[in-house]
């Protein structure tokens, strides 16, 4: 496969103009923000050190995938920036309106006006790269390693049952574009199980069991259709902060009440019903 340079080459991107640019969880969560907020991530990427695109035209966003791997989000274009000295009140607005550091409004640093460009974004969420250990720098110009190009709607291929963390989005996207997502199909479908949903926004649990007909995949795509699966504990929030991981494979043998025995014995583990979601 080609390279991310040759791949930008390809597009008609001088690979030299564009600075790459893999943002970190610890303040705000990346992908997540991308998908539901993305006026806050282009005012997060906006603040930087002093010079730190410097020499670019463009800038290729990335957000954390499994491991070292990567995935890519956009390109913005860099259309001019301001010292902080030079800040507006318009722009320390932003930073209260979205509860970035205050620190921020003192800190020696430059804004960058980006605009979201249309080149690559048939590649966006579906184009992996390899970033590097984690003590590599966040921006640099580096040419990468592509690690794959999703089928569009693609979620990725399923890896293993322990590491299944699937937000509600890819959830949707797994159910509504089974054909696409054939691995993920076929493990999900295959087990029955006890699972986990936690709730990002307040942090809560809830736990469920899945059995029958298609095991699990068949449980989860009711909560693709309405969100809360049937679930009163779930109806009034918000599915869009939903993580959906699996906590025990039961064999097909087992009995419903068994299975049920086993959800009640995580509920119990995990505090769900006194703390979390589960009323039952």
Known sequence: MISLHELFKHYGIDPKEVKLVRHGNSEIPILDTF??????????QSIQNPKKFAGAKYIAVFSPSTGTASLFLGIWEIAGSVKSKDYSPKIHAMINRYNFPQSWHEEESEYYKLKKSHMLSELSERLIIEWGKATVAWVQNKDKEI????????????????????????LRKLILNQESNISWVTAL???NGVYLIRDKQSGKLYV?????ENGILGRWS??????????????????????FSILEIV???????EVIK?????????????????NN
Do not use: C, M
């Open 208 to 212: 469920g069991s899945a059995y029958g």
């Open 35 to 44: 998908r539901s907020n993305i006026d806050k991530l282009e005012a997060y």
């Open 222 to 243: 009711n909560y693709s259709a309405s969100g809360h699966g049937g679930n009163k504990d779930l109806k009034d929030l918000d599915p869009t902060f939903f993580e």
């Open 251 to 257: 064999p097909s043998t087992l009995s419903i009440d």
């Open 147 to 170: 690690l794959e190009i999703r089928a569009i709607n693609s979620i990725g291929n399923f890896i293993s049952y322990d590491e299944v963390q699937l937000n509600y989005t890819d």
């Open 262 to 278: 086993r959800e009640s014995k995580w509920k119990s583990k995990l505090g769900t019903r006194e703390f979390g979601l589960n």
């Open 189 to 191: 479908s295959s087990i």
